[in-house]
């Protein structure tokens, strides 16, 4: 019964006088096999004590009446019944089957109790949980030894907590549930502090607050089942098992499962699809971690699939606090309570489905509370575990692409339910799921500057600005660990060739040539990929363009003397949706081609100075879209990728000069990037900035209303072909775009309007010259040039 997973000191076990079993029991069926197995001396078998035993209640008010106030010191042993589903395939877990007999098999009722008895007597055994001195439960619970009623509560949640860890040594460690959170965290004499303190600043009563926290706290908490979770999961599984093929890794499980022992885990996957939760349980129930608490939006809680998820575990928190100070507690609390009793979490830091396919940037408010658990000492470390979940082909990719373009987003519900489960019916290959290196949050924490400590006057603003830069370079840190094990699957890589050939179709042998430099590039960096080596061959790439063509997103023309394929039209964001997923891994080439192109424009000598400038203006200019390192790791990767393409780069230009054939080279590397991967970015950019220009700089900017403006300015610019793609012509790019802006001081006006209206000119200048170095940068690669295939 001690709360926390040390085994029990010595002392406590030797020779008591007496032993008390506190019986949680249901019913009289119940209350019976435990009285045999007393009398039989199990207390003596599992403890080794012959000492006379007392039984009593597992009953705050009998415990309270009965225990609190003893003068000995017994030793205190909680003992349950442990009912058992019927054994499958060497797995006892509870099936739709089993609820024919309109029964829980885990919490059968008296008449099945009575029929297990005598049917089937291995489902149910006795369980002792760990048990301790009355004296040690004093200890362990100074601050309400002195209230008996609060003490009474406190031996009985220790209880429940000592049965439920010896029933999952027994069931698997999947079936990890908490029990009476509300009432524990209401009983914290911190917590409680915490709200008369709330009461005091904001003037209400302590009764009213209170009833606001409790209130919170029930519609907060996840009220688990093992009964559920194992129907639900059953239920949900061919949403996702009938269309992917899931594809992880054993030996990243095994490395959690280690380090699961000794720390509460917190995943935090890439958010591409609504089954990303559904996929990276199932991996998980398998692997018999336990399940975690899955922290969910609200427009998720509708009916049916709200009180089912909540009992499976997901945790439906408001989208928005405002001022609200005691959610904003009672949150802070759930969480350091579920990481101080090591339950693991897992939320979606990037706020929402990604729209582009690469990740969006990452939302802060639930790393702040994790790392005030920290600063509170309440819990000693957490690790951080990144997630790459990754769709070979999503099927709900043109819903999120009308959305881009203009569209409303479809409201959550069960009619939309039912169409996105008959919509996953169809087989769309493979749903790569890959665990990234475990961050410990307290070391990372530190080494970004966070004190980890409470902030001091007059330090505070200086302290709470150095916790908030942390929180962020740890979220950025935990980005880089999902791209980094990210993988390029087929359809990401066919994508990329087919977005670069702009409105051209090509044959599988033109594709093939086109591919082929980039599978080299993949394979000499050791990039993580999936069957990508399939479309080396004819029959492997003919599958994967079919598949994509069944999707919608390639059109296939045959009438003529072979196939040819090209993007369908209007499937341009669905193809770069793909494409995006993996996009990252090649933007660093795509910036070394333009900073060349932009030093071969600068005089002999300087030109060295002018393309590491440029280089590191592109990286200013993507700071919204991608995640940089610090430039001097920056620095280093672009070098890298330098000597791939000349391994004499150093020699080269040791007098300032990138050298005369430097564009050959790129070209003879038999492939460009900066048109495949970065144009669509900065088309989207060059739309806000010639925006900006055009407007009246003692305006104020609505943002809603500007990337209204930018879509139906786009299109006719698409139109009039000043811009390359529809997918430049998207809500997501434009508002990293305004970021952009606004992080140049471009947006608010300013005492001087002509200045900013000549800043904004300027913005819009650079960005039609990088966009005419993208232009260049695709007349050399060898896929637009029809003699070179």
């Known amino acids: 019964m001690l709360d926390h997973d040390s085994r029990l000191p010595e002392a406590a076990l030797t020779a008591p006088h007496s032993v008390v079993a506190l019986v949680d029991a249901t019913s009289q069926v119940e209350r019976e096999l435990v009285g045999h197995w007393l009398a039989e001396g199990g207390i003596a078998q599992e403890f080794g004590t012959t000492a006379p035993v007392t039984q009593l209640d597992l009953d705050p008010g009998a415990v309270t009446t009965r225990l609190v106030g003893r003068g000995d010191d017994p030793l205190v042993v909680p003992v349950r019944v442990l009912w058992l589903p019927p054994e499958r395939d060497g797995v006892r877990r509870t099936t739709f089957s089993d ?46 030894a002195g209230v008996p009623e ?15 860890r010896a029933e999952r040594a027994v069931i698997g460690d999947r079936y990890k549930v908490p029990r009476l959170v509300v009432e524990e965290i209401l009983d914290s004499p911190e917590f409680l502090r915490r709200l008369d303190a709330i009461a005091e600043e904001s003037g209400a009563s302590s009764r009213e607050v209170y009833r606001r926290a409790e209130k919170g706290l029930r519609e907060l908490v996840a009220a688990q089942s093992r009964l559920v979770s194992d129907l639900f999961t059953q239920a949900m599984r061919p949403v996702h098992a009938s269309t992917w093929n899931v594809d992880t890794e054993a030996s990243g499980l095994d490395r959690l499962r280690t380090l699961n022992r000794r720390y509460p885990l917190v995943f935090l996957p890439s958010h591409r699809s609504y089954v990303d939760a559904f996929v990276l349980g199932d991996i998980l129930a398998r692997s018999d971690f336990p399940p975690n608490h899955v922290v969910g939006g609200a427009n998720l809680k509708f009916w049916p699939i709200g009180p089912i998820a909540r009992r499976t575990g997901t945790v439906f928190i408001r989208r928005s606090f405002g001022d609200d100070e005691v959610y904003k507690a009672v949150v802070e609390e759930y969480f350091a309570y579920l990481l101080a ?12 489905r990604t729209r582009t396919g690469k990740l969006r940037p990452p939302r802060y408010g639930l790393l702040n509370y994790l790392a005030a658990a920290l600063r509170s000492k309440r819990i000693d470390d957490v690790m951080l575990v990144p997630v790459s979940i990754t769709y070979e082909r999503l099927n709900e990719i043109g819903a999120i692409a009308d959305e881009q373009t203009g569209g409303s987003k479809q409201a959550e519900g069960l009619p939309w339910l039912a169409r996105y489960v008959r919509n996953q019916q169809h087989s769309a290959g493979h749903v790569y799921v890959r665990f990234g290196t475990p961050l410990s949050a ?134 770069a949706f793909y494409r995006n997923s993996s996009v990252h891994w090649f933007v660093n080439r795509a910036i070394l081609e333009l900073a060349i192109l932009s030093a071969v424009e600068a005089p ?63 070209a003879d590397s038999g492939f460009m990037m900066a048109h495949r991967v970065l144009r669509s970015f900065f088309d989207a950019q060059l739309v806000v900035a010639e925006r900006l220009a055009a407007r009246d700089p003692v305006l104020p900017v609505d943002k809603k209303m ?66 005419g170095r993208i232009s260049r940068a695709a007349t050399l690669d060898p896929s637009n040039r029809l003699e070179a295939l």
């Open 150 to 164: 609060a003490f009474g509560r406190a031996i009985v949640r220790a209880g429940i907590v000592a049965l439920e």
């Open 442 to 575: 307290r070391d990372r924490l530190a080494v970004h500057g966070d004190p980890l400590t409470a902030p001091v006057l007059p330090a505070v603003e200086d302290t709470l600005e150095r916790e908030h830069r942390a929180v962020q370079r740890l979220a950025f840190e935990v980005a880089v660990g999902i791209n980094d094990v990210t993988p390029i699957t087929v359809n990401s890589l066919t994508t990329l060739v087919l977005l670069g050939v702009h409105e051209r179709a090509l044959t599988r042998a033109e594709l093939r040539t086109a591919i082929a430099p980039v599978l080299g590039y993949i394979e000499h960096r050791g990039l993580p990929h999936g069957e990508i080596a399939t479309l080396r061959d004819d029959h492997g790439l003919a599958v994967v363009l079919e598949q994509l063509a069944i999707a919608k997103v390639v059109t296939v023309y045959r009438g003529g003397l072979e196939a040819v394929y090209a993007i369908n039209a209007g499937a341009h964001l669905e193809a």
């Open 341 to 352: 009793k090591r339950f693991n979490l897992e939320w979606y830091f990037e706020g929402g």
């Open 706 to 771: 500007f990337v209204d403006e930018c879509l139906q300015v786009g299109r006719q610019m698409l139109l009039q072909q000043r811009l390359h793609s529809p997918e430049s012509v998207s809500s997501e790019l434009f508002g990293s775009a305004l970021k952009l802006a606004d992080n140049h001081n471009l947006l608010t006006p300013a005492d001087d309007p002509a200045d900013l209206a000549a800043r904004r000119s300027r913005f819009a200048d650079e960005l039609r010259a990088i966009s």
């Open 604 to 666: 002999e000598g300087d030109q060295l100075r002018v393309g590491w400038e440029a280089a590191y203006r592109l990286r200013d200019l993507l700071k919204f879209e991608f995640f940089f390192p610090e430039r001097a790791e920056f620095t280093s990767q672009l070098t890298a990728e330098m000597l791939l393409v000349d391994q004499d780069w150093h020699q080269r230009t040791a007098a300032g000069t990138v050298g005369a054939d430097v564009l050959a080279r790129l």
């Open 99 to 144: 609820l024919i007999s309109l029964t829980n098999p885990r919490k059968p009722h008296r008449i099945m109790q009575r029929r297990l008895l005598s049917k089937s007597p291995d489902r149910h055994l006795i369980l002792a949980g760990q048990p301790a001195r009355l004296s040690e439960l004093r200890a362990n619970n100074p601050a309400s």
